[in-house]
């Protein structure tokens, strides 16, 4: 239920086109709630149909343009509605981890190199994460709209972290296990 309210609030943010709005998911929503560029036109197909955005008027013909939409009133109620909803966190499921568990019982090939793979993915991203804090987020910059925007960008940040630190925490570890495959 989420990527409506996703595309809700990049739409009150700024009304934008289909392909303008894929663009800015792949450069910032997405980091936390990935989405196709078939969902997001599909999911604005839903919210045009359900009253919750339109497309803008265009002074040229529609057909072959692309459509900018904007977020109606109902939109922004129904936003509204769901961000003050209380909500549960969801449980946490990762194959890397319950292949490591999996590797207790049937041996580690290829679990060393995986880890050392993913920790080059979170190193890297946390580098592009620290790069956006500092573009975007100087210190002593920013209204309620940029702070909040800080913190969502801060959870990134100390996911990666984390990240980082147990895997490397894990590496240590595992090139102490007295099983471990000399190879």
């Given at each position: 239920m989420s990527l409506p309210h996703a595309i809700l609030t990049a739409l009150l943010e700024r009304p934008s086109s289909g392909l303008e709005l894929t663009r800015r998911f792949d450069?910032?929503?997405?980091?936390?709630?990935?989405?196709t560029h078939q969902q997001i036109?599909?999911?604005?197909?839903?919210?045009?149909?359900?009253g919750h955005i339109r497309a803008l008027p265009s002074e040229q013909p529609t057909r072959g343009q692309k459509k900018s939409y904007e977020?109606?009133?109902?939109?922004?109620a129904e936003l509204a509605r769901w961000t003050a909803a209380s909500q549960d966190p969801k449980p946490h499921r990762d194959t890397l981890l319950l292949r490591l568990r999996a590797a207790a019982v049937v041996g580690t090939e290829g679990i060393e190199a995986d880890l050392r793979?993913?920790?080059?993915?979170?190193?890297r991203q946390l580098a592009e994460y620290e790069e956006i804090e500092q573009r975007d987020f100087p210190p002593g910059k920013g209204g309620p709209q940029d702070r909040l925007?800080?913190?969502?960008?801060?959870?990134?940040?100390d996911l990666e972290t984390f990240w980082t630190q147990w895997l490397?925490?894990?590496?240590?570890e595992f090139t102490e296990l007295p099983d471990r495959d000399p190879a």
């Open positions: 450069k910032s929503i997405g980091y936390f709630w990935s989405a036109y599909r999911e604005l197909g839903k919210l045009e149909a359900e977020v109606l009133p109902a939109g922004r793979h993913h920790l080059a993915l979170h190193r925007r800080h913190l969502v960008l801060r959870a990134g940040i490397t925490h894990a590496l240590e």
